[in-house]
Every structure is written in C-alpha cells, then in structure tokens.
C-alpha cells in the first residue's frame, strides 16, 4: 500500500439537527450566486496537531471516534443555522426565459462527512518548501464545478487523520456563498464545537434574506436551454504552490514606504502588499514592456452597498477591483505608484459601481468561468480579514492553513493571517515553475519575506 495516498476509511451524511420553517420555502440565487454556476467549490481547511494521550486519556483510535461523533453533532446543530448547505441544487426549465436554478433544502441527504486517513506525519506535510500535492487529497469535491450541486453535496468535510495531526478539510458550494460566508459557518461551527453557545443560541446568526436590486427577484432566469451552454470544466496547469510569510513589521514597513512614495497616507498595508506581489510576479515573468497587467482584487460588497449589507448576509456578495498598467510602467515607477493603482481601484468601487455591475449583468445574464484570468495577471484572493485561526475542535490552536485543488492557476495568490497573528500575512503563491524559480531569485520581494 502506498503510505502517501489518502485512503477513505467511511463517510455519512448530516442533516440539520431539526428543520426550521424557514428551511421549507426553496433558498434562492441571487446574480451574483448564479455567475459562480460555472467555477469550483471553495477548499480550505486547518491542520491540527492531534492532543497528547495524556491529556485526552483515550487511546488515539478511541480519540478519533469520539472527535468524529462530536464532529457530527455539532456539524448538525450548525447546520440548523446554515440550512442552505445541507440542500441539493434544482433547475427548472421554463418556456422564456428556460433556466431557473434554486436551492432545495428538503429533498437532500445532508452535508458529507468523510474519515479519511494518511500515513504521514505534520512535518511531512509542512517542511517542504512548496506545498505537497497530498494536499489537495485532503478535500472532497476534486475538480467539480458549483452545478454539480444537483447531484452533489453543497458542503463536504473530509477529516484526513495523519500520524501525529488531523486535518479538517471543507469543500463548499461557491454558487452559494463566499469566503465571507465561508468562514462565517466555520467559525459558528468551532463555536458549538467548543460549547462556546446554545445550539439554539449563536453569536453571529447568518442573515440568509436574499438581496435583490429593487424590481428584480426572487427568481432570476437564465437564457440557456442546456447546462452546456454555460459550464466549463477547468484543468489547472502544472503549477509550483509556496507560502509566503511576511511579518507585520515588514508589511508596516511596505505601508510606509508606498505612502511615502506617493506622498500620501490614504494607501492600506494590503494595497502595498499587492502591489509588491504584482511587480515582483510581472518582473519575473519578462513581460514586453507593452504588455497590458493587471492586479485584481477580491472585494467584499457588504458595506459598499447603500444602506450596507449585514457583514453576515450570508450568499455571495463580492467582485473584483483591478489596477491596470502596461507592464514597462509598472516596473519603471515605484511601489507606491503601484500602490496608489490599487487604492483608487477600490475606492471606485462604492455602491454606484457595484449596482451598475448587477444592473447590467441582468440585462445580459453570465457565468464565470476560469479561464476569465489572462495570464499576464495577478488575482488576489481570500482575505487575511477571516477569523480562520480563530477555529478550534478540541486540538488546541491549528498549525497550518492549507486549500485545495480549485481556483488555482499561474498568477493566483490566496492571502491568510500570519499564524502568530498581530496583523502578519501568509501568502499562497501559484505560479509555473519557470516563473517561481524567478520570483524566488527577485530581491525585493524576498527580502521583504521570513
């Protein structure tokens, strides 16, 4: 037997501890749920060092049993909150316009748990300088687009017990909300985990009414006839993945060397920090000094829009906001010439910007798809802002954030807080092998890493 393959010891299906009446009417897409039907599900998870015996006073085979049960209960009562989840896509078809997809919440089997196993220790995983491809065995769902949702599970928990660790890896449907929405249900997860609140009782109740724009809603057609017509399926290129870490000195550093720069004060850490990523990327790609890039950034709608969102309106509610540049430009002006790209961008994108988006993608309905990212770009994703250390299930602390096959492609940058906190950054970087060899000998930007 192959000690580096994942094996599947089991799997089940969870279903909400008890249905609510709010759970029975169909959970519906909003435009910005739909554009996703098309790119994959979103795979995160934390590795956790497993507890000394003892401390538990179990046997470990005895430790991972009485983990995985509590799992499932509090996954259950999470689920109660997060019912949407725990539901199957359905599509109607109508005459005109034909296509019309909701989520059910009644007729499914529930969210998958998988018991999975590998015969490898936390620093097998952790020590090499790129991130082992095992990893992405840690996640269910490998390769499927959001429409699989008909006839797979909305959110899959694979548990992968290591030697000495335990990693809970979750895929979850990105048509039915974001990273926001992801780690939100993370977070209430570890919270009933812990007995932190009542089942009946939670911190933070997601706001799961859907948004519309005035006159629009709640049912959104699409102009197909056919799944065809709008799914791609995606094959990620051989890439190299390393993290990043960057220190908060070193990012306050960043911050004030881009302010000064551009004589200003209005540019954040994380535009300096991008900015520093989408020179160094286009720097070590050679790019013609004419060629377009540009920098994208993932953005969280919630408090652009007027009123605002509730920070737990729990759907999709994000876009991107782009600098752009020739790429001799970028290269011939400073950090804080980038920098200063990146904050406008932003600071464009208010409530007028995000309206005129929704507006006009009804007027002319699309689905997203992966090769939408040129490969002369940088794509910022995720977001350091998440609680995701915040998370623990009896193991202490996690060690490691680790994400999975999708979203991935040359260019693509996931961004975490620094595991020792205190406004430090991890960057996940993705990039052909050609074009990390040459990041990795670019001064700048690794003298600005740790």
């Known amino acids: 037997m192959d000690s580096s393959a994942v094996r599947h010891i089991s799997e089940s299906f969870v279903k909400p501890h008890w249905k609510t009446e709010e759970s029975k009417p169909p959970f519906y897409l909003t435009p910005w749920d739909l554009a996703m039907l098309s790119v994959q599900y979103i795979q995160k998870g934390l590795l956790f060092a497993k507890p000394p015996k003892p401390v538990i006073h179990l046997q470990q085979d005895d430790f991972i049993n009485y983990f995985l049960d509590k799992l499932k209960d ?8 997060f019912y949407p989840l725990a539901g199957r896509l359905v599509t109607r078809k109508q005459d005109d316009p034909p296509y019309f997809v909701f989520v059910d919440c009644n007729n499914s089997p529930g969210a998958k748990l998988i018991h999975a196993a590998l015969d490898m220790t936390m620093e097998e995983i952790l ?26 599970p909305l959110l899959s928990i694979q548990v992968t017990e290591l030697v000495d660790g335990v990693f809970i890896g979750a895929s979850m449907n990105h048509a039915i909300g974001d990273g926001t929405s992801f780690w939100h249900f993370f977070n209430t997860w570890s919270e009933i985990f812990q007995g932190k609140s009542s089942p009946s009782s939670i911190s933070r109740p997601p706001v799961l009414d859907r948004w519309f724009p005035d006159g629009y809603g709640p049912i959104i057609n699409l102009p197909f006839t056919h799944q065809d017509q709008f799914i791609k399926r995606y094959e990620s290129p051989k890439l190299m993945e390393r993290i990043f870490h960057f220190s908060a000195e070193t990012i306050a550093g960043l ?7 551009y004589n200003t004060t209005k540019i954040s850490s994380f535009q300096s920090l991008s900015a520093l990523v989408w ?18 950034l993932a953005i969280n709608n919630r408090p652009r829009l007027d009123p605002p969102l509730s920070p737990d309106y729990f759907g999709n509610s994000i876009q991107t906001a ?8 970028l290269l011939e002006q400073n950090l804080g010439w980038a920098a200063w790209k990146l904050h406008e961008a932003v ?4 409530d007028r910007a995000v309206r005129g988006f929704v507006e006009e993608w009804l007027k002319n309905p699309f689905v997203y798809h992966m090769d939408l990212f040129d490969p002369f770009s940088v794509m910022m994703g995720s977001s350091p802002r998440f609680n995701k250390y915040g998370n623990e299930f009896g193991m202490g602390k996690a060690v490691a ?15 975490y807080p620094g595991h020792e906190g205190g406004g430090s950054i991890d960057l996940e970087v993705c990039l052909l092998p050609e074009f990390m060899g040459a990041l990795e000998s670019d001064e700048e930007f690794m003298s600005a890493t740790s």
């Not at 509090?74 to 909150?81: C, T």
């Not at 911050?255 to 720069?261: D, G, H, Q, V, Y």
């Not at 954030?401 to 961004?415: A, I, M, N, Q, W």
Request: aromatic content about 6%; overall charge positive.
């Open 347 to 350: 600071a464009n994108h208010n």
């Open 401 to 415: 954030l680790l994400s999975g096959y999708s979203h991935k492609f040359d260019g693509k940058v996931s961004c």
């Open 74 to 81: 509090s996954l259950s009562l999470a689920l109660v909150h």
């Open 127 to 152: 020590s090499p300088v790129y991130v082992p491809l095992v990893v992405q065995s840690f996640f269910d769902h490998d390769r499927a687009v959001n429409h699989d949702g008909h006839t797979r």
């Open 279 to 296: 020179r160094s990327i286009t720097r070590a790609r050679h790019l013609p000094p004419d060629q377009t890039t540009c920098c994208r």
């Open 255 to 261: 911050k004030s060397k881009a302010n000064a720069e």
């Open 322 to 329: 782009q600098g752009v540049s020739k790429a001799g430009e």
